[in-house]
């Protein structure tokens, strides 16, 4: 008989699914089971079954699969981040290499894996983080999401994610918003003034920005909060305001003003600086960033002369490591604002080499093809859905002689590599760079051949 909806049921954990949930398969269900890994024996309170899957969460471990830790994070259990904390970090990347490896297996695929880069850092690693407010009675709250509600939020004390100088910002911000006596935005009459803190720091240069996300009421206390920000943290350059007059709940806006600094900071990857504004896109684990995009450039293995293209190619890092080697690189990217970024990061870097098309994938790649261009190699980053497959078909028929695919996803990735082994690639390479320690997010770069 099929479980309902809050019984609890026991089940013994097969494997994790492609969102680090544990894998577990009893009465004629696929069960997707939070907070478990795989070995573990659990009892789970089922949350939801359709069809022939259902989704539960773990009340107790009876048995674990795998030795769990003490968390190092006071929010551990409360916050939506971080849900591997209770693991070792060797186990952590164990498991991703079997996640990647399982969702690649599922479509019969097979890549020779080398061993991991882990990180050597699996705390304070990010440079980015977004903080929302919320409010507790009449206090300010100022932190993360609890785990599961996009409408609640916890006071964080202290994050172990970002730095140190990221909890002051935080701090000082929050004590500020309760002595000036701001009001917190609120969801449902869209009344209210204060809604995000965004910090981004250089972790190359120290460099820190804030970025104070409110609505279009008065702000006239907004100089009171860049002083409180500046005493608590010397590290901050820049502080920015953003006025976001839309409902939706994100930490973009419509106006932007520099209330201190140049507007930006600047971030640095091996030899070459990069200019980060508050909008820009960049990988938010810097010193794997730089790990991942050297591995790129050697699995690209460029001989002088050689022409690449960078597909996906955002701000134009993976374009300005392989331009080290190649003769030339053409990088493909839709967003217009990345295009001016990576034009102006090449120009700063005096990087040579490096052209940019702005367009959809799919259409630039057509047109690269009637215009008879060629590459020696195709550095391809696709968002997490992986390519679209006019855009996969248009790289097929423009042939490159080798592929290094870089994805965050491992079902697109088995996807996409599948369609490319059957056009005539091989899979000669694979390894996971884990940019994300704590959480079950998965980086792999894999290269393939023309046979
Ligand atoms: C994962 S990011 C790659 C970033 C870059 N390689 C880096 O490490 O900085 C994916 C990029 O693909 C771009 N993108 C999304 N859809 C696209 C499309 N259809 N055609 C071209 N670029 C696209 C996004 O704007 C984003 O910059």
Known sequence: MKPKRNSVVEV???????????????????????????????????????????EARTVAVLEPGLRRIPAVCEHFGTCGGCLWQGVSYEDQVRLKMGMVRDALGRLGIAFPFEDATAAAEPFFYRNKMEFSFGQQGDEVVLGLHVRGKFDRVFDLRRCHLQSEASNRVVDAIRAFARSAGLRVYDLRSHRGLLRFVTVREGKGTGEVMVNLVTSEEPFPERAGVVEAVLRAAPEVVTVIHTVNRRKAQVATGDEMTVLHGEGFIRERLAEFTFRVSPTSFFQTNPRQAERLYDLVAEYADLLRGERALDLYCGTGAIAMFLARQAGSVLGVESSEEAVRDALRNCAENRVEGCGFAPGDAGPVLRQLRRQGERFDVAAVDPPRAGMHPGALQALIELAPLRIVYVSCNPEALAADASRLLAAGYRAERARLVDLFPQTAHCETVVKLVKR
């Not at 699914?17 to 659990?42: H, K, S």
């Open 12 to 54: 013994r954990i097969e494997g994790l699914g492609p969102n680090g949930r544990g894998l577990a398969r009893a009465d004629g269900l696929t069960f997707e089971v939070d907070d478990a890994l795989p070995g573990d024996r659990v009892q789970a309170r089922v949350r939801r079954v359709r069809g022939g899957a259902a």
